[in-house]
């Protein structure tokens, strides 16, 4: 917890955490849990570089645009990989004199080119899928099927490497395997429908449109939410009026304003805030220290920075 400094009338904590708002356990547990989740990104990286080479082939060796849409997810993936992997790493650099909050921010930079460049390649798979729609070309169902199924495959060894760990970033990793597993049994279907049907072309496009919208909704999604770290909006986990009503119930609190919640990176939140101490507060340290337990308790949020005011300082205007 940061301690309070009485400043004129009023005080101020700094409370920083440059580490995601989990309570640690112990401190070399949690260094073999991370060496151990590191290890494990590598793994699951080089299942889907692997499986993204030979989709693409596939793809274009069997003129199926749902595999080669199938391929876009994967390199979707294997982006958001990237980005865990290097958050691990990045996370360990301190922060210094022009970079306060250290290396974070990079993920939400990535994040951002990564979701920019998934419109860029969906639209375009997309528009392909609509020509292929109105002009079906014959797709070779074996090979299509060959490399849908070793996708399907690794998509299931990378969710299992990756499944049991509880950080944020590795619970998303996991999700999006998930996700590419059931974008695989699509294809697979797709690929089984025209094997048995032989002449049904017409399924890959709509298929691979299918998928296609799928992943510009997960592009767009990607966006709206680091635009939203890099504006500092209230992060969608969090009700702002919810936080607010939780401090205002604590013993010594008379009022708070100029409350603001914001996201450092995936998982990583930020507040500040002004708190009117009553005069039953029993001194501003002890104070600031239930305000800062019950925020890091009910809302996860150990990066705090809070001025104590007195009553009598509370008439003074503030700029938001």
Not at 89 to 118: C, H, K, Q, V
Not at 214 to 241: C, G, H, K, Q, W
Not at 312 to 317: I, K, N, Q, R, S
Request: glycine residues 8%; contains cysteine; proline residues 2%.
């Amino acid at each position: 917890m940061g301690a309070g400094h009485s400043h004129g009338g009023h005080s101020h904590s700094h409370g920083h955490s440059h580490a995601p708002s989990i309570p640690a356990t112990s401190g070399s547990a949690s260094l073999v849990d991370r060496s151990k989740e590191r290890q494990r990104y590598v793994y699951v990286i080089l299942i889907s570089a692997v499986i993204l080479a030979i989709e693409i082939v596939g793809g274009l060796r069997s003129h199926s645009v749902s595999l080669l849409q199938d391929a876009l997810h994967v390199f979707s993936d294997l982006m958001a990989q990237g980005l865990s992997l290097a958050a691990l790493a990045l996370a360990a650099r301190p922060a210094d004199s022009r970079r306060t909050y250290g290396w974070y921010r990079i993920e939400i930079l990535a994040a951002l080119l990564n979701g920019l460049t998934l419109m860029v390649l969906s639209g375009a798979v997309l528009w392909k899928g609509w020509q292929r729609l109105h002009s079906p070309v014959e797709v070779q169902t074996n090979v299509m099927l060959v490399a849908a199924a070793i996708g399907l495959l690794g998509n299931l060894i990378g969710a299992k490497l990756l499944h049991g760990f509880d950080s944020l970033n590795a619970r998303g990793a996991y999700l999006h395997l998930v996700l590419d597993t059931l974008s695989s049994v699509v294809v697979v279907v797709g690929g089984l429908i025209m094997y048995f049907a032989h002449g049904l072309y017409f399924i890959d496009p709509l298929f691979s449109m299918a998928l296609g919208i799928f992943v510009l909704y997960n592009a767009y999604a990607l966006i709206r939410d680091a635009v939203d770290v890099l504006l500092e909006t209230v992060p969608r986990s969090m009700d702002l009026a919810g936080v607010t009503h939780a401090i205002d119930r604590i013993d010594g609190v008379r009022a708070v304003h100029d409350l603001h919640i914001w996201t450092i990176t995936s998982g990583l939140y930020a507040l500040s805030a002004h708190i009117v101490a009553s005069e039953s507060a029993g001194g501003h340290d002890a104070l600031l220290n239930r305000v800062q337990e019950v925020l890091l308790r009910e809302f996860r949020i150990s990066h705090t920075t809070l001025q104590i005011e007195s009553e009598t300082h509370e008439h003074v205007g503030h700029i938001c």
